[in-house]
Nanobody, 126 residues
């Protein structure tokens, strides 16, 4: 069974940090990404990563603040989020695509995602 399980969400003050984790089972992390959905908004790609050539994409508003990384031994992907802002609030979803898609295309088109996690809530508020 293909499964992604996220953890690490929570409440944090503006300027704070959180690290999200996503453990995969049933497949290896060839192309993995993080999406988020704020209240009343569409789901958007935050960061996507392709292991074959370490290609990485970041949405403009998170560049320099968020970092995606993987631990192949644990089959886990992380999203380190620093300098968090209230507009970063939302449910964060881990997502995977089988194969080696273009990472920007993967993050800009949620329809290509093969496996979704259930999501973890991140709230940035004072």
């Amino acid at each position: 069974q293909l499964q992604l399980v996220e953890s690490g969400g929570g409440l944090v003050q503006p300027g704070g940090s959180l690290r999200l984790s996503c453990a995969a089972s049933g497949f290896t992390l060839d192309a993995i990404g993080w999406f988020r959905q704020a209240p009343g908004k569409e789901r958007e790609g935050v960061s996507c990563f392709r292991s074959t050539d370490i290609a990485t994409y970041y949405e403009d508003s998170v560049k320099g603040r968020f970092t995606i990384s993987t631990d192949d031994a644990k089959n886990t992907v992380y999203l380190q989020m620093n300098s968090l802002r209230p507009e970063d609030t939302g449910v964060y979803y881990c997502a995977a695509v089988m194969g080696a898609p273009n990472v920007e295309a993967m993050c800009l088109n949620a329809n290509v995602i093969d496996v979704w996690g259930e999501g973890t809530l991140v709230t940035v508020s004072s």
